[in-house]
């Protein structure tokens, strides 16, 4: 069965400091993977995904993630973060295995302080 | 601009009292979903609809129902069933296909009276 993994359920950083946020995953079939920001009181938005081609996808507000099959991991990174990317971040996965389910993770917490 | 909308963004229960949340898209997405979302537990799905007229249940049913009878509405009912309903309700939706990410509304907050 799919099962996604958030190791981290806060990560408090300091603004213009590098973050990563860990995601990894168990599939024994082909993914697609995806990663959200969630605002508070809001709903999920879709930050960026990998589908297939280049392992490293990114945003455009600054985020990357590297797809990485033999670790089966996908760690969303940014080099500088701001104030404004405090928020919580989910790491989804879909595969072909024939299901019309998304398995999320549980969540990390990114709170960037002044 | 297309999107999901939901509504109320703040609904209340009071004990043995069905309520019905609504979820309207205009992104002429076939597939759509509900999710509840408790703290620390990331979202859990309740209902998934592929086609009109068509749905299947999620990971935690029990205590909720849906209907699809338009492309563009796929509401939820939380019967009195569902002893702990007190939570933040996500609709999305999304095209068919494996590699089609999900859209998301701006959820309903559930409380109990």
């Known amino acids: 069965a799919q099962s996604v993994t958030q190791l981290d359920s806060q990560v408090p950083v300091f603004e213009e400091a590098p973050v990563e946020l860990r995601c990894n995953y168990s599939s024994s079939v082909s993914v697609y993977l995806f990663w959200y920001v969630q605002y508070p009181n809001q709903g999920l938005q879709l930050l960026l995904k990998y589908l297939s081609g280049s392992t490293l996808v990114e945003s455009i507000n600054g985020f990357e993630a590297e797809f990485n099959k033999s670790q089966t991991s996908f760690h969303l990174r940014k080099p500088s973060v701001h104030i404004s990317d405090t928020a919580e971040y989910f790491c989804a996965v879909r595969d072909t295995s024939g299901t019309y389910k998304y398995i999320f993770g549980t969540g990390t917490r990114l709170k960037v302080l002044a | 601009d297309g999107g999901i909308t939901q509504s109320p963004k703040y609904l209340f229960r009071k004990e043995g009292q069905n309520v019905t949340l609504s979820c309207e898209q205009n992104l002429n997405h076939d597939a759509m979903y509900w999710y509840r979302q408790d703290p620390g537990q990331g979202l859990r799905l309740i209902y998934y609809?592929?086609?009109?007229?068509?749905?299947q249940k999620g990971d935690i049913a029990e205590g909720y129902s849906v209907s699809r009878e338009k492309k563009e509405s796929f509401p939820l009912t939380v019967t009195s069933a569902q002893k702990n309903p007190t939570a933040f309700y996500l609709c999305?939706?999304?095209?068919?296909?494996?590699?089609?990410?999900?859209?998301f509304g701006d959820g309903t907050r559930l409380s109990i009276l």
């Open positions: 999305a939706s999304s095209q068919q296909g494996f590699n089609q990410p999900q859209h």
């Open positions: 609809s592929q086609i009109v007229n068509d749905f």
